[in-house]
């Protein structure tokens, strides 16, 4: 295979349609791999220098991505996406591929940390890549000293075939709660509670915007976290991007007219990733409003024949009662051992 090692952000105007081909066929295709998601995450942030790392077969077919860069001013080479905003993160290759890709890549890196780089930081890596098994071991022969760490959790539910048998997973208890939350919001006189996802017939821009206030009211931290203007831009620019995929599934749930509860999930691959959510936390509390709404999500993504439902990073308790159980994410860290 023949390396090229791309630093102007200008090329990826020239890749999306080899990129998402090339995803369609690697072992992993997740929709934070894809050419929208990375190249709007590096417009909106673009925090130190790029190193696009391509790999081509002999007759110029894109066999291989990496998509790094060089992080300032700590010198790390990074992956693309890493890490606030974006959940699984991989190279992308074809599978046949996949561990020569991997030596191709610790060459580079044996002559990068040589010169202008110091060490080498991945993060988001689901624990059963080829990566982690392809990439160490290429790295250690080379003469690196590498090191894998379980970086955090990533809850998922497998799906059954119908809610019943959903609901018939959980602890009784939980079960039992889940029923009761439900026919609290639909036989409720005073409160009229309603819930749709967006699509065509919806201004998705405007339906954005209540969601951005739904989240930002939903906790401190998430309010300060929309604040940063890298941030804000970065979930305005992607979002309708991802729209216009079919892969954003954005569901509003509301009280008496008046936006309550919001979910953005991804809709891709037959899995639904719960990606971020908004609430009104004191409004309609007495109506579990966050809680009704999810259970309606997990509902409708079992009658569209879903196979997962993915509450995505973080350990929080309510994933767990809903039944998830934990898949893991690594971060593979490298240094070049000194003579």
């Known amino acids: ?134 990439l160490p071991a290429q790295l250690t022969a080379r003469g690196f000293f590498v090191e894998t760490e379980r970086q955090e959790v990533c809850p998922i539910i497998t799906l059954p075939a119908t809610f019943d048998d959903y609901l018939g997973q959980l602890d009784k208890k939980q079960r039992h709660e889940l029923r009761r939350k439900m026919r609290r919001c639909e036989d409720s006189e005073d409160d009229k509670v309603a819930w749709y996802i967006v699509g065509a017939e919806h201004d998705l821009t405007q339906e954005l915007e209540c969601f951005i206030y739904l989240m930002g009211s939903s906790h401190p931290d998430k309010a300060a976290f929309l604040q940063d203007a890298k941030n804000a831009a970065f979930f305005r620019a992607v979002m309708p991007k991802l729209a216009a995929h079919g892969w954003l599934q954005l569901a509003i749930l509301t009280v008496n007219g008046e936006a309550a509860a919001a979910y953005i999930s991804f809709d891709y691959q037959n899995r639904i990733g719960l990606y971020n959510s908004g609430l009104l936390p004191q409004s309609y509390s007495h109506l579990s409003t966050g809680i009704v709404l999810l259970t309606y999500i997990i509902r409708h993504a079992i009658e569209q024949g879903k196979t997962v439902f993915d509450f995505l990073r973080g350990n929080e308790d309510y994933k767990y009662r809903m039944g998830a159980q934990d898949t893991v994410v690594m971060e593979l860290r490298a240094t070049l051992k000194s003579d």
Request: negative net charge; contains cysteine.
């Open 1 to 134: 295979m023949k390396l090229e090692v791309q630093t102007d952000p200008n090329c990826f105007g020239t890749l999306q349609s080899e990129w998402d081909a090339l995803l369609s066929r690697s072992a992993v295709n997740e929709i934070f791999l894809t050419y929208d998601w990375q190249t709007t995450w590096w417009e909106a942030y673009h925090p130190g220098e790029l190193r696009l790392i391509m790999a081509r077969a002999a007759d110029g077919e894109l066999i291989g991505i990496a998509p790094w860069f060089v992080e300032q001013p700590s010198r790390t080479m990074r992956t693309i996406g890493c890490v606030d905003v974006t959940d699984y993160l991989d190279v992308i290759a074809v599978p046949e591929q996949h561990e020569a890709f991997c030596g191709a890549l610790a060459d580079y890196l044996l002559t990068a940390c040589s010169s202008d780089v110091t060490a080498l930081s991945l993060c988001n890596i689901q624990a059963n890549s080829a990566t982690l098994q392809a």
